[in-house]
């Protein structure tokens, strides 16, 4: 019995075939147990000619499966700090390093599909992201190139090998149609755009117009337009409180 299954046993759920698949491939796998507090001098080299799930997105860490087990049991528990209502069914397998989380959200399981939804730490709201796990990368892909400075992961070294090194391991999990709109925008050269927003009117400057100023691939306005095209369903971004 493999490290999904029993977590499966245990939580009576089943995981999307996606994510097993991922896992036996080994893309689940960044050596965390392995190499401890040596990762990043022993693997970031060698893991970027061959990216696992989301190395080079931005802020995305893998959660080693005792992990899992710790937060699954914590969002049961009725004395937990977030109080999670007991109609929501997460399942977390990703984190930011922030403390907030990336979860299989069953109690919208439709068919196959299972919405991959993120929870932070220290806000009620939830956002539903994706429809399921496939969607979810595919966005993830798209959104690590919306601003690329030295913070960013895929700008350490060559940008355009990161990408294409990325992309190479993880077409194979996408729809050709996914593949081509990412490598599409990965050949692009950077350009600097900006994003007008207004801020909500119960917010610290009450619906005043503020702009954001990025450089990357892909501007806002044409990542969300693909989002809706590609992705688009009932509940993408949809917030939502899920604290008791």
Known sequence: ?????????????????????????GMLDWK?????????STYWEKFKANPPLLLLANGIEMLLFPNIIEEIEAFQDPED???IKPEFQFVP???NGGGDLYVFQFDKQCGED???TFVPHDDESATILAKNLQDFI???LLECVLNIDNHSRVADGDLKLNLSNML???????????????SEVYKRDIFKHEHKYKTPLDGQFHGAERTEYFEGLISVEE??????????????????????
Not at 3 to 20: A, C, D, R, S, T
Not at 32 to 40: K, Q, R, S, V
Not at 174 to 181: G, I, V
Not at 231 to 241: M, R, S
Request: aromatic share 20%.
């Open 223 to 244: 990542l969300e337009n693909i989002l809706r095209q590609e992705i688009g369903f009932e509940y993408l971004d949809y917030e939502f409180v899920y604290m008791g």
């Open 114 to 116: 299972v919405p991959i």
């Open 93 to 95: 397998f990703l984190a």
């Open 168 to 182: 190479k391991t993880h077409q194979q999990y996408l729809s050709p149609r996914q593949t081509a709109k990412i």
């Open 1 to 25: 019995m493999n490290q999904l299954e029993k977590i499966e046993q245990q939580f009576g759920f089943k995981y999307p075939e996606l994510y097993k698949c991922l896992y036996n491939d």
């Open 138 to 140: 595919f966005r993830q």
């Open 81 to 83: 700090y977030r109080a």
């Open 32 to 40: 965390y147990e392995e190499a401890g507090p040596d990762w990043h």
